[in-house]
């Protein structure tokens, strides 16, 4: 059994910055990839930033230059720092961790990123 903990998540004004984590624990076998999805109010969940242990990395166009994911490996441990933060990046954010041998997909529970005008 694999638990993603997530934390980091809560309310700033625009501009403001956050950084939220994720901690992977329990029985897991070699991480292939990690994750940060969003959904916000009305919408449709969508990858938001993803990174590959070898330090791949993804993002969604909105995002690009203001976000930056990172990981530890050695943690099992993935971070999304956000900065310059706009209310439409308000969301519950949500952690992804996938695994080679066995293949696997965990997802943390979501945590909420609320960012005010």
């Known amino acids: 059994q694999v638990q993603l903990v997530e934390s980091g998540g809560g309310s700033v004004q625009a501009g403001g910055s956050l950084r939220l984590s994720c901690a992977a624990s329990?029985?897991?076998?070699?991480?292939?990839?990690m994750g940060w999805y969003r959904q916000g109010p009305g919408k449709q969940r969508e990858l938001v930033a993803g990174?590959?242990?070898?330090?791949?990395?993804n993002y969604v166009d909105s995002v690009k230059g203001r976000f930056t994911v990172y990981r530890d490996n050695a943690k099992s441990t993935v971070y999304l720092e956000m900065n310059s933060l706009k209310p439409e990046d308000t969301a519950v954010y949500y952690c992804?961790?996938?695994?080679?041998?066995?293949?696997?997909?965990?997802w943390g529970q979501g945590t909420q990123v609320t960012v005010s005008s």
């Open positions: 992804k961790i996938t695994t080679w041998n066995p293949f696997n997909t965990y």
């Open positions: 329990g029985n897991i076998s070699s991480i292939r990839a």
């Open positions: 990174i590959s242990v070898g330090g791949n990395t």
